[in-house]
C-alpha cells in the first residue's frame, strides 16, 4: 500500500519541535462508497488492529478504505480535529482517482479514533486551520459515520487519558463542552453506526447512549448495538465471539446504506 503525505508542504500547528507528518494510506477496492478509518489509543498513540487491520477486512467486504495516521499527543487541539477534516477532504478530492462517491464518505473510528470521526461529524464546519490548498476548498462533511467505542463525553463519562491528551490537565469548561460531541448534534450530523460494550471500564457505554440519544432528539438515523460482555478495545471481537458480530452488523449496514 501507497502512504501519502496528508497535508503536503504546509502542514498546520508544525513547529521546529513538533515535526510530524500526518499521513493517509489508500486501500482501493471496487465499491461506491469508502470508509476513512482513524485508529485508536488515548490521543497518546495508534492501535495498529484498529487501524491498517480494519482496512483490510474492509477491503475483504469490497469496501475501499483509507488509514489515516494523524497526530496526537504532544500535540493537542485543535490539531488532531484538523487532521480529520483534512482527512475527509482529501479523499472527496481525490475521489475520481479511487473510484469513489464524493457523496459516499463515511469516517470510523475506535476510543478516541471515534471521537476524531465523531469530531468531524459535528465540528466540519468549523474552521480549525487556515486553508492550504485547493484540497481545503473541499467539504469535510462525513456522509456516515462509524463510531466503535467511542470516546464522547468529556464530562462525567470522560476517558481521563483521551481528555488530558487532547485538552488538557485543567480544560476550560467551554472546551469540554465543545468536544463533548453529543451536544453538538444537528440535523445535520451524519447517519451513524455505533457499538459498544455494558462492561467496558475504560469508556463508559454511557458515551455512545448519549450520542445515539442526541441523534435520536433531532431525528438522525442511526444503528445502535451494546454488548453485555467484553472489554475496552476489542478491535474486530475476534476473541470475544458474541461481540464480533458488530462487524457482520455493519457489513449489512453498509449494504443498506448503499456504500459497496
Same mark, same amino acid.
Given at each position: 500500500?501507497?502512504?501519502?503525505?496528508?497535508?503536503?508542504?504546509?502542514?498546520?500547528?508544525?513547529?521546529?519541535?513538533?515535526?510530524?507528518?500526518?499521513?493517509?494510506?489508500?486501500?482501493?477496492?471496487?465499491?461506491?462508497?469508502?470508509?476513512?478509518?482513524?485508529?485508536?489509543?488515548?490521543?497518546?498513540?495508534?492501535?495498529?488492529?484498529?487501524?491498517?487491520?480494519?482496512?483490510?477486512?474492509?477491503?475483504?467486504?469490497?469496501?475501499?478504505?483509507?488509514?489515516?495516521?494523524?497526530?496526537?499527543?504532544?500535540?493537542?487541539?485543535?490539531?488532531?480535529?484538523?487532521?480529520?477534516?483534512?482527512?475527509?477532504?482529501?479523499?472527496?478530492?481525490?475521489?475520481?482517482?479511487?473510484?469513489?462517491?464524493?457523496?459516499?464518505?463515511?469516517?470510523?473510528?475506535?476510543?478516541?479514533?471515534?471521537?476524531? $470521526?465523531?469530531?468531524?461529524?459535528?465540528?466540519?464546519?468549523?474552521?480549525?486551520?487556515?486553508?492550504?490548498?485547493?484540497?481545503?476548498?473541499?467539504?469535510?462533511?462525513?456522509?456516515?459515520?462509524?463510531?466503535?467505542?467511542?470516546?464522547?463525553?468529556?464530562?462525567?463519562?470522560?476517558?481521563?487519558?483521551?481528555?488530558?491528551?487532547?485538552?488538557?490537565?485543567?480544560?476550560?469548561?467551554?472546551?469540554?463542552?465543545?468536544?463533548?460531541?453529543?451536544?453538538?448534534?444537528?440535523?445535520?450530523?451524519?447517519?451513524?453506526?455505533?457499538?459498544?460494550?455494558?462492561?467496558?471500564?475504560?469508556?463508559?457505554?454511557?458515551?455512545?447512549?448519549?450520542? $445515539?440519544?442526541?441523534?435520536?432528539?433531532?431525528?438522525?438515523?442511526?444503528?445502535?448495538?451494546?454488548?453485555?460482555?467484553?472489554?475496552?478495545?476489542?478491535?474486530?471481537?475476534?476473541?470475544?465471539?458474541?461481540?464480533?458480530?458488530?462487524?457482520?452488523?455493519?457489513?449489512?449496514?453498509?449494504?443498506?446504506?448503499?456504500?459497496?
Amino acid at each position: 500500500m501507497e502512504t501519502l503525505n496528508l497535508w503536503g508542504r504546509a502542514i498546520p500547528y508544525n513547529t521546529e519541535e513538533l515535526t510530524y507528518v500526518p499521513a493517509i494510506t489508500p486501500y482501493p477496492a471496487r465499491s461506491d462508497g469508502c470508509v476513512v478509518v482513524f485508529a485508536g489509543g488515548g490521543y497518546a498513540m495508534k492501535a495498529e488492529h484498529e487501524g491498517p487491520v480494519i482496512c483490510e477486512w474492509l477491503n475483504s467486504l469490497g469496501v475501499t478504505a483509507f488509514n489515516v495516521d494523524y497526530r496526537v499527543a504532544p500535540y493537542m487541539h485543535p490539531t488532531e480535529a484538523s487532521d480529520a477534516l483534512r482527512a475527509v477532504r482529501w479523499v472527496r478530492h481525490n475521489a475520481d482517482k479511487y473510484g469513489v462517491d464524493t457523496r459516499k464518505i463515511a469516517v470510523m473510528g475506535f476510543s478516541a479514533g471515534a471521537h476524531m $470521526a465523531g469530531t468531524a461529524s459535528v465540528h466540519y464546519d468549523k474552521d480549525f486551520y487556515e486553508p492550504t490548498d485547493e484540497i481545503d476548498s473541499e467539504s469535510a462533511r462525513p456522509d456516515a459515520s462509524i463510531l466503535c467505542y467511542p470516546v464522547i463525553d468529556m464530562l462525567e463519562y470522560r476517558h481521563d487519558g483521551s481528555r488530558q491528551n487532547l485538552i488538557g490537565e485543567t480544560p476550560l469548561h467551554a472546551d469540554k463542552e465543545f468536544m463533548s460531541l453529543y451536544k453538538q448534534v444537528t440535523t445535520e450530523t451524519p447517519p451513524a453506526f455505533l457499538w459498544h460494550t455494558a462492561a467496558d471500564n475504560a469508556v463508559p457505554v454511557e458515551n455512545t447512549l448519549l450520542y $445515539a440519544s442526541a441523534l435520536s432528539k433531532v431525528n438522525v438515523p442511526f444503528e445502535v448495538h451494546i454488548y453485555p460482555y467484553g472489554h475496552h478495545g476489542l478491535g474486530l471481537a475476534h476473541e470475544e465471539p458474541h461481540v464480533a458480530q458488530w462487524a457482520q452488523s455493519l457489513d449489512k449496514w453498509l449494504d443498506l446504506m448503499s456504500w459497496k
